[in-house]
């Protein structure tokens, strides 16, 4: 059973940073690319920022662009998002994705699976 858990939200203040995390388990880690979505409330699931299955190749929303990182621990199975300078608009379900779409554009429906989310709340 493939599970995806993520960890790390909470409460920030404007300016401020927090690193999500996202455990895998039950699937080939290392084979898989891996994604970040966010869904504030009342808004649409949006992307923010996603890596390669090897970790070579990085994509980001502009949006989130020189203040949020991804990474990857392929011998952890865990993916990594260090968000820095945050913003209220930031405030969301933070929820990754596990993706063997190598050369296709980030979608949440297609993905292969899905994390149940974190909330992060940032205050102004």
């Known amino acids: 059973q493939v599970q995806l858990v993520e960890s790390g939200g909470g409460l920030a203040q404007a300016g401020g940073s927090l690193r999500l995390s996202c455990a895998a388990s039950?699937?080939?880690?290392?084979?898989?690319?891996m994604g970040w979505f966010r869904q504030a409330p009342g808004k649409e699931r949006n992307f923010v920022a996603g890596?390669?299955?090897?970790?070579?190749?990085?994509a980001y929303a502009d949006s989130v662009e020189g203040r949020f990182t991804i990474s990857r621990d392929n011998t952890k199975a865990t993916v990594y998002l260090q968000m820095n300078s945050l913003r209220p608009e930031d405030t969301a379900v933070y929820s990754c994705?596990?993706?063997?779409?190598?050369?296709?554009?980030?979608?949440?429906?297609?993905?292969?699976?899905w994390g149940q989310g974190t909330q992060v709340t940032v205050s102004s």
């Open positions: 994705v596990a993706d063997l779409r190598y050369f296709r554009s980030w979608s949440w429906r297609d993905s292969n699976y």
């Open positions: 039950g699937l080939t880690f290392s084979r898989y690319r």
């Open positions: 890596i390669s299955h090897d970790g070579s190749s990085t």
